[in-house]
């Protein structure tokens, strides 16, 4: 396990998106490194590079974040369904993203990837990674809806034809609104837990899902982003 390697390609891919989308808008995201001191929450250090843009040329409000936090003792949340994992330090680091394009046309999209690490001395480190993107239309269009599962399929195909309807379900399953009895947006994928069948493999899985986000939302963004508009469709 190698989680150098997993912060060093989280902190890249938060850059390779960031620039992006800056291309696109016109405007720079506003960079802020933060770090968290201990507390008495049980985290012992933390830090991360909040990337924010808001009132940009394309996007109303965006933010993608990296964060990187430790901890003596997994909380009690995390440990719910692995009880063995009690008491152990842990570490967790992730990129999650969300962007709100001023135009109602383009749609706006999340995007998260992620590990956490449970550690204890004498045995082997626990870890899991986890991963989504999903797309929240509010004027629907079949071919952005096609071309954003296609590339969600592609960031998965490499590692099996099962992975894509699986976590496509895990997606419409953990995004259903039961207040609402709808589903947010159209879907995309998700996964968590994942550590099987060893550590090189999650990472790539992991990888694939993060290097496909700006295949399948950029040519979305820029082909509805200057769609004529007005209040009404706004207001919707």
């Known amino acids: 396990m190698d989680s150098a390697a997993v912060k060093n390609y989280l902190i890249k891919l938060q850059d390779r998106i960031v620039a992006r989308l800056e291309q696109v808008d016109g405007k720079q995201f506003r960079r802020d490194s933060w770090d968290r001191p201990p507390d008495r929450t049980g985290i012992s250090a933390g830090g991360g590079i909040s990337c924010i843009l808001e009132e940009g040329n394309v996007l109303e409000r965006g933010g993608v974040a990296f964060s990187h936090v430790t901890g003596d003792k997994m909380p009690p949340s995390a440990t719910a369904h692995r009880p063995e994992l009690a008491g152990r330090r842990w570490e967790a680091l992730g990129v999650s993203l969300v962007l709100h394009p001023r135009n109602p046309y383009a749609p706006t999209v999340h995007a998260n990837v992620r590990m956490f690490v449970a550690m204890k001395d004498g045995e082997a480190p626990v870890f899991w990674f986890g991963g989504s993107m999903d797309l929240t239309p509010y004027y629907g269009f079949a071919e952005d809806a096609v071309h954003f599962h296609q590339a969600c399929r592609n960031s998965?195909?490499?590692f099996g034809d099962g992975l894509y309807p699986k976590y496509k379900k895990w997606c419409d399953d953990y995004f259903y609104l039961k207040h609402r009895q709808e589903?947010?947006?159209?879907?995309?994928?998700?996964?968590?837990?994942?550590?099987?069948?060893d550590f090189a493999t999650a990472f790539a899985i992991q990888q694939s899902v993060g290097d496909h986000f700006l295949s399948a939302y950029m040519p979305i963004l820029e082909r509805r982003k200057d769609t004529p508009c007005s209040e009404r469709e706004r207001n919707f």
């Open 156 to 158: 998965l195909a490499p």
């Open 183 to 197: 589903q947010r947006g159209i879907g995309g994928i998700f996964f968590d837990d994942l550590s099987e069948p």
